[in-house]
């Protein structure tokens, strides 16, 4: 059962910055090119604390903090002066075209080790981002953005509490380059906040992105009680989250896909050779050009049969993989439960990575092989560009596939799922003190 609590946060002053030029989308989403675009917009854009930069031989993580420190002190961000929770929508285009608004809460959650199953996970991690928002969460002392998390609100309490609020004018309102529209509404009145927290007691959240850095919130939460017992309230034994509806109808999730490079003695017809003991393989017209024709061909799919796409360099049609109904992922040596062993990204993962292309778990852990693209059409771009020798896309899963994987307290293969639009970031930041206590 999750503990929900208020909290006085840091956020930007609209009257002293533009708020569409100092928010941006989560570090891990931002290559080099953006982010130079980014720190040019503004100098008080936060990708200068969530990615930061330092001068040679400088430490870049306390200059995060050194940072965050300044703006505060000159008034471009503010502290709040009383605890509070943030209504947050997010506003945004859906792969149909038409507008959807994702709407959900952003508090302070009591954390917990995956292994009490109140925050349930749902895919593994990499080691390399939890090491750099360790190194930046010890400088800063500031959960710099949220842990996505999803609940059940079947009686739709959730909504009638927010209702109320949504009709008032915002408190922060800015647009990312995504062309979605972020909006936060204080909410600060005690009587609401106690039917909140009395509202969670009984839910279980589901992570649905962030595991990094509800990781790292953790092991960070683990030192300092390590170091010295934490009160029960403080608010370094709590994380920041942004908590939304299943039913919302905001909850889109894509694929990640896989971009293979660098292995030696790669060839075409070798993969593809060694795909058939696996798959049966079919061509989609002109699917490594087109991602609508990519796309399409993958979702006429049945939902019950494992599928995924190759797509190589120089040429136009991609190749369609689908299961073979004869093939037994446990019999190959796959692990788990059979409904996760049955996912489009188990078996990409499990027959095509390790067993046809001979990627190690360790390698797949290490990227060494292995790039992810977030985006149909530029995975393709990449491939026809040269930069890969194979591109493997698939569907994503459904939310219901997620929480069932978390109900059985198994895990998918990190970056299985993209939920969009991302979180923005720079819009509520949680600070930590452990002598501050939440309630």
Same mark, same amino acid.
């Given at each position: ?186 909410? %600060?009145? #005690?009587?609401?906040?106690? $039917? &909140? /927290?009395?509202?969670? @007691?009984?839910?279980?959240?589901? +992570? ?77 017209? %002109?699917? #490594?050009?087109?991602?609508? $024709? &990519? /796309?399409?061909?993958? @979702?006429?799919?049945?939902?019950? +049969? ?85 591109? &493997? ?47």
């Amino acid at each position: 059962m999750p503990e929900i609590a208020a909290f006085r946060a840091i956020t930007y002053d609209p009257k002293k910055v533009e708020l569409s030029k100092v928010i941006t989308p989560p570090y891990d989403v931002i290559d080099a090119a953006e982010r130079a675009r980014y720190a040019a917009k503004d100098p008080h854009s936060f990708v200068h604390v969530d990615l930061p930069e330092a001068a040679a031989g400088g430490d870049k993580y306390a200059q995060a903090a050194k940072t965050l420190a300044a703006w505060q002190a000159e008034g471009a961000m503010k502290r709040d002066t009383g605890r509070a929770m943030y209504r947050y929508h997010q506003v945004f285009k859906n792969d149909e075209g038409r507008t959807v608004t994702r709407k959900g809460l952003v508090v302070a959650v009591k954390l917990t080790p995956w292994s009490a199953g109140v925050i349930r996970p749902h895919e593994r991690t990499l080691s390399a981002p939890r090491e750099d928002r360790t190194k930046l969460l010890d400088a800063t002392r500031v959960h710099l953005s949220q842990v996505f998390g999803t609940f059940g609100d079947a009686s739709g309490e959730f909504e009638r509490l927010m209702r109320r609020f949504d009709g008032q004018p915002p408190a922060l309102d800015g647009t990312t380059e995504d062309g979605t529209t972020h909006r936060v509404w204080r909410i %600060g009145d #005690a009587e609401v906040i106690g $039917k &909140l /927290r009395h509202h969670f @007691a009984s839910k279980k959240v589901y +992570v649905l992105d962030g595991h990094h850095r509800y990781e790292t919130m953790v092991a960070f939460r683990d030192r300092l009680e390590a170091e010295a017992p934490l009160a029960q309230y403080s608010s370094a034994a709590y994380g920041s989250m942004f908590l939304v509806p299943s039913d919302d109808p905001g909850l889109v999730i894509l694929p990640t896909h896989r971009v293979v490079h660098g292995i030696a003695g790669f060839t075409r017809d070798a993969f593809l050779a060694g795909a058939r003991a696996y798959f049966r393989i079919e061509p989609v017209a %002109g699917g #490594a050009k087109d991602a609508a $024709k &990519l /796309r399409a061909a993958l @979702a006429g799919v049945s939902g019950h +049969v494992a599928a995924v796409a190759a797509v190589f360099p120089g040429e136009a049609d991609a190749q369609l993989l689908t299961l073979d109904p004869h093939v037994d992922p446990s019999a190959e040596g796959m692990t788990g439960n059979k409904a996760v062993q049955k996912l489009d990204v188990s078996i990409l993962h499990g027959l095509l990575l390790e067993r046809v292309l001979k990627i190690s778990a360790a390698a797949q852990e290490a990227q060494t092989n292995l790039r992810y693209v977030k985006d149909t059409q530029k995975t393709l771009d990449q491939i026809a560009a040269g930069e890969g020798q194979v591109g &493997l896309l698939m569907n994503p899963p459904t939310l219901d596939q997620v929480k069932h994987v978390a109900d059985l307290g198994e895990v998918m293969p990190q970056k299985s799922t993209y939920f969009f639009p991302k979180l923005a970031s720079g819009l509520i930041l949680q600070p930590l003190d452990r002598d501050e206590d939440l309630v």
